[in-house]
Nanobody, 124 residues
Framework: QVQLVESGGGLVQPGGSLRLSCAASGRTFSNYCMGWVRQAPGKEREFVAAISGAGQFAYYADSVKGRFTISRDNAKNTVYLQIDSLKSEDKGVYYC?????????????????WGQGTQVTVSS
């Protein structure tokens, strides 16, 4: 019954910015932490960022700290990922996912519902 729909991906030059959005269904959205996980071509899925249910806490992979910002608007059932200073290694499909718990937020296995992903392409 949980539906997650990502948007905002696209083609961006190195150093550019994107804002990804994830629209979620469900009236208990604020009860769950949410995360972003990406998959580069030929690579395994990689944790990117997570945010707690009420938005008080955020956690980032070392590779994106200082460049990515996760946020949420529970009134709109939406999670965002602001991506700045894009690098070529940031390319891939970005998935929005609902966390099983805050304690498993750093692994792909810690999420129980997933969107279909949005493509981020970095090219000059």
């Amino acid at each position: 019954q949980v539906q997650l729909v990502e948007s905002g991906g696209g083609l961006v030059q190195p150093g550019g910015s994107l804002r990804l959005s994830c629209a979620a269904s469900g009236r208990t959205f604020s009860n769950y932490c949410m995360g972003w996980v990406r998959q580069a071509p030929g690579k395994e899925r990689e944790f990117v960022a997570a945010i707690s249910g009420a938005g008080q806490f955020a956690y980032y992979a070392d590779s994106v700290k200082g460049r990515f910002t996760i946020s949420r608007d529970n009134a709109k059932n939406t999670v965002y990922l602001q991506i700045d200073s894009l690098k070529s290694e940031d390319k891939g499909v970005y998935y929005c996912a609902r966390g099983s718990s805050w304690y498993t937020r750093t692994t792909a296995g810690g999420y129980d519902y997933w969107g279909q992903g949005t493509q981020v392409t970095v090219s000059s």
